[in-house]
């Protein structure tokens, strides 16, 4: 079959079949389709869309387009959660070791961050000499020993998404849903895990802009979970501003420790509590309700850090860094953000901070950029607080002093200061099964 052929037929509006599919996705990762045909079909899928089946055949080519791991038998269920991605979403770090520390065997493989969304992997890496690139069996050794392992992502894994994610970052075809869809379940069903949790971001900080937006990609994800075998859940959560009060990697990783010592932000630990409980509840521990008290019980017993710690042990790092966090590197400079006039703030673009966070140091352009693991912000009023003129928003930290304008003009354009109070929006906005 010729891609003429399959880019007409799509551009044309009519259903694509697993065959052409398949071949697309085949051919492209062999590097027999040339990247304008793959832009091509993007950009058709992008403006005639695909079928639920459709969405499912591309997912099942992409999982299909490498290696898939086979995962031993472990102990039990394993679990993983995925985030569609956000600014200052941190979760993984406190999720992950909550639900190990409860018997769960979580064996995550998680990406890099570029653009505005941080990566797990880049922040678990402020820890000096911990590693995160682990061969599959080193991997599953791990996660046997200590319960736990978050790696990156493997080159032999899921390669079609490496490329076509690459392709549509440069050809204004990242928003589109099935290709957002099969992207994200392609990598997680080539992972090999039981069951799946999904964190589906809403608002200025995601892909997803709109409640219903969101809605559609997580009943689409946890579908074509399902027909794949996969226990599936998903939870919709607010992405308008920033989750907890830091942004950048080093910055984030002892904000999410403090959580897991119980002295987090409230809505860092509403979130990260609430997925710990699906997570647990697909696993079998219990309903719902008995899991979130036991993933409390987890943070206040100090079993949970205990699980971060050994992790961090057993990837190279220094776990004495997970006791005392005044031993990450800190930034060489800093600056204050203060209030323009007084009032409640209404409303904050999350995508702006987190384009100030990339501005400072934090954040890649493309995936060969370097980061500063010890760039980023501290907010010091969000989304509701009031403020007074002069009162501090934010601290900045970078190692060098140019990066604070850019930075500083991000955040002030994004922080809308008003004269009344914003009318109370929910953390966790919806729930698919």
Known sequence: MRMYDIIKKKRDGYRLTDEEIRAFVTGYTAGEIPDYQASALCMAIW????????????????????????????????????????????????VAPIVASLGVKVAKMSGRGLGHTGGTVDKLESFTGLRTDFS????????????????????????????????RDVTATVDSLPLIASSIMGKKLAADDDCIVLDVKCGSGSFMKTYEQSLELATLMVQIGRNA???????????????????????EVIEAIDTLRGQGPGDLTELSVALAAEML?????????????????????????????????????????????????????????????????????????????????????????????????VLHAKTGDRVEAGQPLATLYASDETRFETATSLILAATHIADTAPAPRPLILGRVE
């Open 47 to 94: 403006y005639s869309g695909m079928t639920a089946e459709e969405t499912t055949a591309l997912t099942l080519a992409i999982r299909d387009s490498g290696e898939t791991l086979c995962l031993p038998d472990l102990g039990g269920l394993r679990v993983d959660k995925h985030s569609t991605g956000g600014v200052g979403d941190k979760t993984s770090l406190v």
């Open 136 to 167: 599959p069996e080193e991997f599953v050794e791990m996660v046997r020993k200590t319960g736990l392992a978050i790696v990156g992502q493997s080159a032999d894994l899921a390669p079609a998404d490496k490329k076509l994610y690459a392709l």
């Open 229 to 251: 075998g996969k226990r599936m859940c998903a939870l919709l959560t607010d992405m308008d501003s920033p989750l907890g009060n830091t942004v950048g990697n080093s910055l």
């Open 281 to 377: 509840t697909l696993a079998e521990k219990g309903t719902r309700e008995e899991c979130e008290v036991r993933a409390r019980q987890a943070i206040r017993d100090g079993t949970a850090l205990a699980s971060l710690a050994r992790m961090v042990e057993a990837q190279g790092g220094n776990p004495a860094w997970v006791y005392d966090t005044s031993l990450f590197p800190r930034a060489a400079c800093c600056r204050e953000i203060t209030a323009p006039r007084g009032g409640y703030i209404r409303k904050t673009d999350a995508e702006q901070y987190g384009l100030a966070a990339l501005a400072l140091g934090a954040g890649r352009n493309t995936m060969q950029d370097t980061i500063d693991h010890t760039a980023g912000l």
